[in-house]
């Protein structure tokens, strides 16, 4: 499969999208603190001035603020740094929108490492396992563009708060225009026998990738992309622990309570296989461009192939004793 | 004036341009920064790194110091300028500015001398400073004090005014907040995005005394500070609610919350240091050749891993 990358970044297809989306859904309203050119939601202020609400630099104030709108028939997008949604306002969240089940949707814009330079503040390798552990809260990690843009059409037909993640990052395209997101479903990328690779978000790419060189080497290795991490398809990862009985996660997220926690869950109670996860682990945040964040971190098709190869070794030398 | 006050207050402003230039020069390099933010409190900080604070660079854990908190942290340029300026680290080190193992974007406690205290993300610095201010009080450290900088976007936040209910609670006279107010945040005016007015009224509401000065004219910053540190103080908090020029000394920069948060091109660096030299009448060089960075992100990494 051949990789290549589109030439606009998530952030700009979430300001579109919600462009889209407000043209059609007049009760759809966006809230913003003090970030709205870095996420892109100044596209949707201009277009509709008087359904942008800027609450100021207060996160909790504008959860609070979305959700008292939504309680009252608005669907709404407060919008800030994965940072600020999942760590700062996690209280508001909680208690305001997940518990009472109101229609807000929470954009976490620069999520992961793609805060970059910003260093460990603004950055946020914790939030898939801050809003899974939420009640009733749906949790997201889209591809690429067009799986984003399917992404916000199919959560304004399902009530319920959705915190979905918005990376800065030109991603690799996964899917074309016609690609359609559905809640709790995974997709297999590329077949394989030894090994399946799982990626969330933007880090599919590098399972992608990182399958093209382990093909070199004669290790046929399945890519399975899980842009749904709540609710997630447990056939499809109970069917690859099956198949390829080996996985190795990766994913933009600490490797605790993200994909390869969520895929852990599943596999240990339903078919156990062996398992590795690629991503952050008990380490702090440096501040540093993204190229070199995912070298630091060996977040790169070399090390998930090198993981994946050990894997596979060891699962043939346990078949063959 | 004495001639002496006078030559105190050349040496400060000409530390303020030497953090703006010095600033300019690493952020160029690292391809990211806040521009606008370090050179609005430039004076601020050479003036609190020129006499105002106690603090020793051969000696930045001495626990009869007074301690900073950089609230606004990202600012943090200015920070580490004014720090390598004095003598805390290498000047050189601040060429680590947003490097893998390097000085962060916002500053980290203990990442080098003379930062106390991590911060990014906005309106957390004022209730670590009481923290702080509370600690040297049950210790029986009446010697230092507390000196908080926060932008004025950041007095959006809660926090900020929970903060300061504590400190007039407790009667922290040790503890001196400063607001650097530029008037403008990462998007545009305060007044148009959410106006923090009346300010000065706010925190006299709280129980703080509150001190107004011209936050680039170094005569009434010293003279402000001065009685904050030995008039003000009798069981109350002071805020020092300084006005300020986001972007000061570069034409283009100032009010313009473009330059919040961006980094000069190579060209655009030199317009700037020549804004500089003009706003101030130097002649300064770059102390360097300056070169930025290319972020490929993603599609570098893959594409050069598949290569």
Redesign the interface.
Same mark, same amino acid.
């Given at each position: 499969m051949k990789i290549s990358f589109s030439t606009k970044s998530l952030r700009e297809t979430f300001g579109q999208t919600l462009v889209e989306l407000g043209e059609r859904y007049k009760q759809l309203i966006v809230l913003d603190a003090d970030l709205n050119t870095s996420a892109r939601t100044v596209l949707f202020k201009e277009r509709y001035p008087d359904r942008f609400i800027q609450c100021g630099i207060a996160e909790a104030n504008l959860f609070g603020i979305a959700a008292g709108l939504a309680a009252q028939g608005y669907v709404t997008f407060p919008s800030t740094f994965a940072a600020f949604a999942a760590r700062k306002a996690l209280d508001q969240v909680y208690v305001n929108i997940a518990y009472p089940k109101l229609d807000v949707k929470i954009a976490g814009s620069y999520c992961g490492m793609t805060a970059t330079e910003c260093g460990p503040s603004h950055n946020c390798a914790e939030d898939l396992a801050i809003m899974r552990a939420l009640p009733h809260v749906k949790v997201l990690d889209p591809g690429d563009n067009y799986e984003l843009r399917s992404m916000m059409h199919a959560m304004m037909a399902e009530p319920g708060p959705v915190y979905f993640r918005v990376a800065k990052v030109n991603a690799a395209e996964l899917f074309g225009p016609d690609h359609n997101f559905e809640f709790g479903v995974g997709h297999l990328l590329r077949e394989g026998r030894d090994v399946t690779l799982f990626g969330t978000g933007f880090m599919t790419a590098v399972a992608l990738a990182a399958a093209t060189l382990l093909d070199r080497e004669g290790i046929s290795a399945a890519v399975a992309h899980i842009p749904s991490l709540k609710p997630i398809d447990e056939e499809l990862i109970v069917r690859q622990a099956r198949a390829t009985g080996a996985f190795v996660t990766i994913e933009n997220h600490r490797v605790f309570g993200g994909l390869g926690g969520a895929v852990a869950e599943i596999v240990s109670r339903e078919y156990p296989v062996q398992l590795e996860m690629l991503g952050l682990g008990d380490t702090v945040f440096e501040a540093a461009p993204l190229q070199d964040l995912l070298r630091h971190y060996e977040l790169t098709p070399h090390a998930l192939a090198a993981r994946a190869r050990a894997l596979v070794t060891r699962k043939r030398r346990a078949t063959a004793a | 004036m004495t001639r002496l006050t006078s030559e105190l207050h050349q040496a400060i402003d000409a530390k303020a341009f030497a953090i703006r230039q010095l600033c300019l020069e690493f952020i160029t390099c690292? *391809?990211? &920064?806040h521009i606008g933010g370090s050179f609005s409190e430039a004076e601020l900080l050479a003036s609190l790194y020129g006499g105002i604070m106690n603090v020793d660079p051969q000696n930045p854990s001495d626990p009869r110091r007074d301690m900073f908190v950089l609230s606004k942290?990202h600012a943090s340029p200015a920070l580490y300028a004014v720090l390598a300026l004095s003598g805390f680290f290498p000047r050189e080190r601040v060429f680590s500015y947003?490097? $893998?193992? +390097? %000085?962060? &974007?916002?500053t980290?406690r203990g990442q080098c001398p003379g930062i106390e205290y991590? +911060? /990014?993300? %906005? /309106?957390t610095g004022l209730s670590y400073a009481t923290g702080l201010a509370l600690a040297l009080r049950l210790g029986d450290n009446f010697a230092s004090r507390v000196y908080c900088l926060l932008g004025d *976007?950041?007095c959006?936040? &809660?926090q900020i005014w929970e903060a300061a209910m504590s400190a007039a609670h407790y009667g922290l006279d040790n503890l001196i907040a400063i607001v650097d107010y530029n008037k403008v #945040?990462?998007?545009g005016k305060l007044s148009d995005? #959410?106006s923090v007015e009346p300010l000065s009224d706010k925190f006299a509401s709280f129980g703080w005394t509150v001190l107004e000065c011209d936050g680039h004219d170094v005569a009434e910053i010293q003279m402000i500070f001065h009685r904050a540190k030995y008039l003000e103080m009798k069981g109350r908090p002071t805020v020092v609610i300084a006005h300020t020029v986001k972007g000061r000394g570069v034409p283009e920069a100032e009010f313009n919350y473009h330059w919040h948060t961006h980094a000069p091109s190579i060209e655009q660096a030199g317009q700037f240091l020549a804004a500089l030299n003009k706003t101030y009448g130097k002649q300064e060089k770059f102390s360097r050749p300056l070169a930025s $960075?290319k972020? *490929? /992100? %993603?599609?570098?990494?893959?594409?050069g891993? %598949?290569a």
């Open positions: - | 690292a *391809g990211w &920064g942290a947003c490097r $893998p193992d +390097g %000085l962060d &974007g916002h980290q991590s +911060g /990014g993300s %906005l /309106g *976007g950041e959006n936040e &809660g #945040m990462a998007k995005l #959410m $960075p972020d *490929g /992100g %993603l599609e570098a990494v893959i594409f891993d %598949l």
